[in-house]
């Protein structure tokens, strides 16, 4: 069967040994969460599966390529057309409104703004609001709105609901579980919140520097 992601015997370290021998593979319509408490090396994962750090040890391999074989200009390529990353900070151009920065996902991946979307997400009413006009939480819709009008193959999400009241996390997380069904897409979601975890395919545990299945 076709693989979306394969991670083979990663290792990471900073001050400390974060993690070691973590294997995984996330497939078409498949939603992996990954729990485990502060300090534990879920970001640090998720950034080494996501393009964004190099492990030291293991290898990662995203649409059957190794990424950390190819130049920084083709992992760029991947990032902005095959890959959207939610962080829990928003990093919205603070400057634009909640439209623009939408627009510049969406002229860099060549594709367009779906407005449904935006109704959905409950941000289209403040779309023309500049970003520091709004709450956390729209901030934090028009974040994850931005990433999936670039329509990725594979979301991965820290904390994606971190800024939302339990009713819209719910509503967003919705959106994205029918997305990546739809468009046979993958997400991996690191999280603390244990509900959320539950609605994922699989669900994993990063405890004692090992990737544990629950």
Do not use: W
Request: hydrophobic share 40%; charged share 25%; with cysteine.
């Amino acid at each position: 069967m076709e693989r979306l992601l394969q991670a083979r015997h990663l290792g990471h370290a900073f001050d400390y040994p974060l993690f070691n021998n973590v294997s995984l593979d996330l497939f078409p319509q498949e939603s992996i969460a990954v729990l485990g408490v502060s300090g534990s090396g879920k970001s640090t994962l998720l950034h080494i599966l996501s393009t964004l750090l190099p492990p030291q040890k293991g290898s990662v391999e995203l649409f059957g390529q190794d990424i950390y074989a190819l130049s920084e200009e083709e992992r760029l390529k991947i990032r902005r057309h095959k890959v959207g990353i939610v962080f829990q900070s928003h990093y919205l151009f603070k400057g634009f409104s909640a439209q623009e920065n939408i627009e510049v996902a969406a002229l860099l991946a060549k594709t367009s703004i779906d407005t449904q979307l935006l109704e959905a997400f409950g941000i289209e009413h403040v779309r023309h609001k500049r970003v520091t006009q709004l709450s956390g939480g729209e901030q934090q819709r028009v974040s994850i709105a931005r990433v999936m009008t670039k329509r990725p193959k594979i979301i991965f999400a820290d904390e994606p609901t971190g800024n939302l009241d339990r009713e819209t996390a719910h509503e967003v997380m919705g959106k994205i579980f029918e997305y990546i069904e739809r468009e046979r897409g993958g997400l991996l979601l690191v999280t603390h919140d244990e509900k959320l975890a539950g609605k994922c395919s699989k669900r994993f545990l990063l405890e004692g520097r090992r990737l544990k299945p629950l």
